[in-house]
């Protein structure tokens, strides 16, 4: 079953006097099924937060039909089911961010007790249970999208809709947003998400669409499309230089083209991910030095 | 609802909104007490401040919340809730009526403690003197008799002068006699006579003159009552006002963008404080009025405006009609205000609550509709 559906989606602007027309969506046909993670890609102005908005029901499409979750888009019950993390995280700077969790759960009208325990748990879920109690004024960019990332989880939506959920996050928070939407996706939500940032895109997604120009130029499934059938890559362990080299000559043997041999190189994100684990198991010079100078007054 | 009351408050609150309160609060307070010389000046200037103050705060709480939150975007966080959109523009407009309602309650109750502090004003609560009807009771030369009911201590007699056949001129102040004890006013200020005998007596008259008792101005007062109590009792009919004005400011706000809103919050307050003012102004001028009643048209028996003199033309009256029809619609804020009557010492109680609550629940019901409906149709300016 899909969670969302759309057909002949199109949006366009117009100015106040009708001077100019801007086509922002023309003649989309998208299908998200359920339980997936989908990335809608593309450069500015390809027409994905247009696209976003109209799914959310926040802007009446000028022609085509949205179906989210079985009904028309904007729903009151869709909009119970839905979750949604805005590009900008657009809170009450005056707010906690615990206040904030608790408003968004009256707004959904969850009571009390289900929405203390909830908003406690996502908190600790999104490592932001030590500064519950500032203000959302006083975060940095990264600490306001987990809240923002939180409200939007909330209300234990069926479809989380998020546009660039991970911008403003250090690669720490990036690969954290990124475990937790897979853990949300394995419990069967749906994820529709936009993303300039391709390699998150890859890394989470089941599927994307590829708009350009307010058209879908291209989509399917991630592992499809990104799929070589032209090349083959085989892992192996260390081999020497003798072995190698009679490895080539049976290849050749076989009629088959060895295009490049070497040494895979790890990802930046794997590597700076490891470094600051290996860091924290391991205390630095510095707080042994504390931690001796403690032993020895003591 | 509840979600957009509880945010509107939270963020008066810790936008510094509490100390605001208080230091206006304090200015208030010391106005009250020793703004003027008399207590019944002080009266007035420190409920005169509160008032305008409440009002201005009114229209801050009602229009910025949801203006504030379009121009931040954050209304995305409400319209993609399940909250509808008439119950977002009532919890915002209602959290800034109570806020603006408790502003001005707290304004005006400083104004009265202020007054408190400096002597207060002898207030009594009043009935229409017994015996007498509503209508003028005239006190000719040789005086009246006045049936005074039991338990009533005081006259308190609103004085006008007629002039009866060939009488010229008005003297400037009549003086009454009462159980041999003689009481002078100006003409037109009402007087307090202490109840000791049933017979009033004019004294200054000249001949043809009569001293008229306005009926609905005759009053016996009967008891003491307490002048805070009477104070506090008559705020409840500015900050009431003060709620519906901001309920209104925050329709605006949600029907029309930014600087829009902004001017149709504004003129509503100039409109609602002005309206008496305004109303008095497209009146035909009084020889217009009397040529009206002795002729029933003009001099050249059509309308033609300033070419006869004194009467007015079609147009001139189609333009007050219309403009009297519009003001019809724009509640007049003085009414609710009955700080004239706390100052003569008059109980007021809730008389100005009274008249406002009607016009308070008609700003709510707008705010649900009308807000509504701005509210899901701005979502994403």
Request: charged letters at 20%.
């Amino acid at each position: 079953m899909e969670a969302i559906a759309t057909q002949g989606l199109e949006r366009t602007y117009r100015s106040r006097w009708g001077r100019s027309t801007v086509h922002a969506v023309r003649g989309l046909d998208l299908t998200v099924p359920s339980g997936t993670v989908f990335g809608l890609l593309g450069p500015n102005g390809s027409g994905k937060t247009t696209t976003i908005m109209m799914v959310l029901g926040l802007l009446p499409p000028t022609a085509g039909q949205v179906s989210v979750l079985g009904r028309p888009a904007g729903h009151r019950a869709t909009r119970k089911q839905t979750g949604f993390l805005p590009e900008e995280t657009y809170l009450y700077e005056f707010l906690s961010g615990e206040e904030t969790l608790h408003l968004v759960g009256r707004l959904h009208g969850m009571p009390r007790k289900q929405r203390v325990l909830r908003v406690e748990e996502l908190l600790k879920r999104t490592k932001m249970w030590e500064a519950r109690k500032r203000r959302l004024g006083t975060y940095s960019k990264g600490m306001a999208r987990r809240i923002g990332l939180a409200q939007a989880l909330l209300a234990e939506p069926d479809l989380l809709v998020l546009d660039e959920p991970t911008s403003g996050l250090d690669p720490i928070g990036n690969r954290e947003v990124k475990d937790l939407l897979r853990e949300v996706a394995s419990a069967g939500v749906t994820v529709l998400l936009s993303s300039h940032l391709l390699a998150d895109v890859a890394d989470v997604c089941d599927q994307i669409a590829i708009l350009h120009r307010g058209r879908k130029i291209l989509s399917g499934s991630v592992n499809d499309l990104l799929a070589d059938a032209d090349r083959l890559v085989w892992e192996t362990g260390e081999a020497s230089d003798e072995a190698q080299e009679k490895i080539r000559a049976a290849m050749r043997a076989e009629g088959v083209e060895v295009h490049d041999v070497g040494r895979p190189t790890t990802s930046l994100e794997r590597l700076f991910l490891d470094v600051l684990a290996r860091d924290q198991e391991s205390p630095n010079q510095e707080d042994a030095d504390q931690n001796d100078g403690r032993g020895a007054s003591s | 609802m509840g979600a957009a009351l509880r945010l509107r408050l939270a963020e008066a609150s810790r936008r510094g909104g509490l100390y605001l309160l208080l230091g206006g609060s304090v200015l208030v307070f010391f106005v009250a007490a020793f703004g003027d010389d008399t207590i019944s000046g002080r009266l007035a200037l420190g409920t005169d401040l509160a008032v305008v103050a409440g009002y201005l705060a009114a229209v801050f709480f009602g229009a910025l919340p949801l203006a504030s939150d379009r121009e931040t975007k954050r209304n995305l966080l409400s319209a993609t809730s399940p909250v509808p959109p008439a119950g977002w523009a009532l919890g915002s407009a209602a959290g800034g009526a109570l806020l603006a309602g408790g502003v001005t309650l707290a304004f005006l109750v400083a104004a009265i403690l202020g007054t408190a502090a400096a002597g207060g004003v002898d207030t009594h609560e009043s009935k229409p003197l017994g015996g007498f009807t509503e209508s003028t009771l005239w006190i000719p030369r040789a005086g009246v008799a006045v049936q005074v009911k039991p338990g009533v201590h005081r006259l308190r007699l609103a004085l006008r002068v007629a002039p009866v056949a060939e009488y010229e001129g008005t003297p400037g102040h009549v003086t009454l006699e009462a159980g041999g004890v003689e009481y002078s006013t100006p003409v037109g200020r009402p007087l307090d006579i202490p109840v000791k005998t049933g017979r009033i007596v004019l004294k200054n008259a000249t001949e043809g003159l009569h001293v008229g008792l306005v009926g609905g101005e005759t009053r016996a007062l009967r008891e003491s009552r307490s002048f805070v109590a009477n104070g506090l009792l008559a705020s409840f009919g500015p900050a009431l006002g003060a709620a519906a004005l901001a309920a209104a400011a925050s329709t605006a706000s949600a029907l029309f963008a930014g600087p829009v809103a902004a001017f149709l919050a504004a003129m509503l307050l100039f409109l609602a404080s002005t309206k008496g003012f305004l109303l008095a102004a497209i009146q035909p001028s009084p020889a217009q009025q009397a040529q009206t009643a002795a002729t029933g048209h003009d001099d050249n028996g059509h309308a033609h405006g300033k070419a006869g003199g004194e009467t007015e033309g079609t147009g001139r009256k189609l333009a007050r009609g219309m403009v009297g029809t519009a003001l019809a619609t724009v509640p007049n804020l003085h009414e609710f205000d009955t700080f004239d009557e706390v100052a003569a010492g008059e109980w007021s109680g809730v008389n100005g609550a009274t008249t406002a609550l009607p016009t308070l629940l008609v700003a709510f019901v707008l705010a649900g509709a009308a807000g509504g409906y701005g509210v899901s149709k701005r979502r994403l300016e």
